[in-house]
Nanobody
Framework: QVQLVESGGGLVQAGDSLRLSCTAS????????MGWFRQDPGKEREFVAA????????SYEDSVKGRFTISRDNAKNTVYLQMNSLKPEDTALYYC?????????????????WGQGTLVTVSS
């Protein structure tokens, strides 16, 4: 059974940092591209960042470029999202997802497995 478990969310103030983690089990983690997405209630799920299977390729949504960094540790079956200079508009439920193609896509429909999400709230 595949599981993706996110952690690290919380309530912070604008300008603060958080590091999200997502640990996978039940799949060959090193084969999968990994992505982070976020969703506000009533809105569509939005791409945040993605990383290829080996970590050699990353991509970011424009509003987080220069503030967020995605990385992975295949030995620990874990992908991270370091979030710096957080803004109130970053408030959302953050999900990690796994993509068998391994490229790290921005399209959520390309992903095969999803976690349950971790809530990030940024106060002004």
């Amino acid at each position: 059974q595949v599981q993706l478990v996110e952690s690290g969310g919380g309530l912070v103030q604008a300008g603060d940092s958080l590091r999200l983690s997502c640990t996978a089990s039940g799949l060959p983690f090193g084969w999968y591209g990994m992505g982070w997405f976020r969703q506000d209630p009533g809105k569509e799920r939005e791409f945040v960042a993605a990383i290829s299977w080996g970590g050699g390729s990353t991509s970011y949504e424009d509003s987080v470029k220069g503030r967020f960094t995605i990385s992975r540790d295949n030995a620990k079956n874990t992908v991270y999202l370091q979030m710096n200079s957080l803004k109130p508009e970053d408030t959302a439920l953050y999900y990690c997802a796994a993509e068998l193609r391994g490229t790290g896509a921005s399209d959520p429909s390309k992903y095969d497995y999803w976690g349950q999400g971790t809530l990030v709230t940024v106060s002004s």
